[in-house]
């Protein structure tokens, strides 16, 4: 049985989500997809486009893998909304942050998938304010998604982000603190990497390593490039994967470099790549 391949919508998130996004997917060798939460993308609190996309997954044969839990209010234009911040001091704000969670969450009861990956916090590149990014404010979230999860069968895969909350160190350190056995890391290899030794990343992660995103950058950017267009070693990364026996789904989360067409044509050629590196 060959490993599954998940793409995030974050490819198209500049658009609203379509069945022609979801043939693409399709037509390039992608087992699923994972459903990137923004409003202005994919509206998760309207039930009609719940349905839509349940039948857009069948005609497919693609797979809802994971859901990204919203970061933002919207995306128009190439310009970010207000965001959506789950390790805010602000009562109000970290409130809403919940809020659109769960809404994201509750897909799950029209089309069932495995993981909502959540962001704690900012990363530090967009400066967020004083009060953000808090231990305090982020635990207090990880409690109240992780109930509102299990209510729906899904689990949490806190994502390693460029924030000192969200290091691979500080998640497991989280993690077993809260004694949260059903949930998980999101290792993002691009993030890591920019974080310093990825193998380290990895093998930090064993035994709680539950999802992934998967890109590459120029080791300066966070750029969410196809793997081997940038400066990750993919064949030491993979094979540090399997040493702490990872067997989920590798779910490229890409920009639009150029075209759509053209990155998920590089992603297609990635994929392949892996294939015969996890063979090895």
């Keep these: ?41 994919f509206d998760y609190h309207d039930r009609a486009a719940a349905d839509a996309l349940a039948g857009w997954l069948e005609a497919t044969g693609l797979r809802l893998y994971s859901v990204h839990a919203p970061i933002v209010t919207g995306y128009t234009d190439g310009v970010w909304g207000a965001p959506l911040s789950t390790a805010t001091s602000d009562a109000a704000a970290r409130g809403r942050a919940l809020d659109e969670a769960r809404a994201a969450l509750a897909l799950a009861r029209t089309v069932p998938f495995r993981h909502l990956v959540v962001h704690l916090g900012q990363p530090d590149e967009r400066q967020p304010p004083a009060g953000d990014n808090s231990r305090d404010a982020a635990r207090r979230s990880v409690e109240q998604l992780h109930e509102a999860a299990t209510a729906v069968g899904v689990r949490l895969a806190l994502e390693v982000i460029p924030n000192r909350i969200s290091t691979p160190e500080a998640l497991v350190r989280l993690l077993d603190d809260l004694e949260l056995k059903d949930a998980g890391v999101c290792l993002d290899f691009g993030h890591a990497f920019l974080g310093g030794d990825l193998v380290d990343a990895i093998e930090e992660l064993s035994g709680v390593l539950v999802a992934t995103h998967v890109h590459d950058n120029r080791g300066k950017s966070d750029d969410h490039l196809a793997p081997f267009e940038g400066r990750i070693d993919w064949e030491q990364a993979l094979f540090a994967c399997q040493k702490v026996g990872y067997e989920g789904v590798w779910t490229l989360e890409l920009a639009n470099t150029s075209t759509p067409a053209a990155v998920l044509a590089r992603a297609r050629e990635a994929c392949a790549r892996f294939r015969e590196i996890l063979a090895s």
């Design 1 to 41: 049985m060959h490993a599954p391949f998940g793409l995030s919508t974050h490819l198209f998130h500049d658009q609203r989500l379509g069945r022609e996004h979801l043939d693409a997917i399709a037509a390039h060798g992608f087992d699923g997809i994972e459903l990137f939460a923004t409003r202005t993308h």
